[in-house]
Nanobody, 126 residues
């Protein structure tokens, strides 16, 4: 099993930037797809971005162009650079490890991921 720990969340003004990180323990990081999801108060968990084991990437339409997902397999770390933040980006952000090395869909379902972090809060003030 893998443990995922997110950090880097916080309070930022609209238009600002944050960089989230997700540190993974265990061996199964480099050979799995990884993703970021988020959940706002009163809403369902929402897909943000995913990256497969060899770097292929997909984004949610509302984040494309503002968010950038990346990974460093040598450090077993997943990143999410978030720019031009909006108040509607306020949510708890979770990283997740895929069951497979590749992404199965442009918007992969949560069921494709078998390990989740505890989440990090991002609050964007308007």
């Amino acid at each position: 099993q893998v443990q995922l720990v997110e950090y880097g969340g916080g309070l930022v003004q609209a238009g600002g930037s944050l960089r989230l990180s997700c540190a993974a323990s265990g061996r199964t990081f480099g050979n799995r797809a990884m993703a970021w999801f988020r959940q706002a108060p009163g809403k369902e968990r929402e897909f943000v971005a995913a990256i497969n084991a060899i770097g292929g990437i997909t984004y949610s339409d509302s984040m494309r162009g503002r968010f950038t997902i990346s990974r460093d397999n040598a450090k077993s770390t997943l990143y999410l650079q978030m720019d031009s933040l909006k108040s509607e980006d306020t949510a708890v952000y979770y990283c997740a490890r895929g069951r497979l090395p590749y992404i199965t869909d442009f918007v992969p379902p949560a069921q494709d991921f078998d390990s989740w972090g505890q989440g990090t809060q991002v609050t964007v003030s308007s």
